[in-house]
């Protein structure tokens, strides 16, 4: 086991990886730090932790939606094209604002994010 130190947010990390899989480690890293840099850029939330949370939910959101479309495409016919499951937000500050939403309302009024 190799360990590699990362920049996530502008803060440094030593994480563990297994051999070999060095670049898969780097390609999340840059995954996450992308994500967490959108949201803070944003100007909308400032504490790190939030913007850890909010970049997990983002990245967990698109995962399931690429699992939807994936099943959905794998469950379709072969000569009908499949449909999006859902529709895709391209713009980062609109998702951002859609997940504070969504949160906002699971947590409920003693739980608001801003």
Avoid at 13 to 30: I, T
């Amino acid at each position: 086991m190799k360990q590699i130190e990362v920049q996530i947010l502008q803060q440094s990390y030593l994480l563990a990886c297994p051999d070999g899989q060095e670049s898969r480690l780097l390609e999340a890293v840059e995954r996450v730090d992308t994500a967490m840099t959108r949201i803070r850029d944003a100007g909308k939330v400032r504490a790190r932790e939030r913007i850890a949370v909010l970049a997990a939910l983002n990245l967990a959101f698109e995962i399931a939606d690429r699992e939807a479309a994936d099943l959905a495409a794998a469950s379709a016919p072969a000569r009908i094209a499949p449909t999006p499951v859902a529709p895709h937000v391209h713009d980062s500050d609109e998702r951002v604002q859609q997940l504070l939403l969504r949160l906002d309302e699971a947590l409920g009024e003693d739980g608001r994010l801003l």
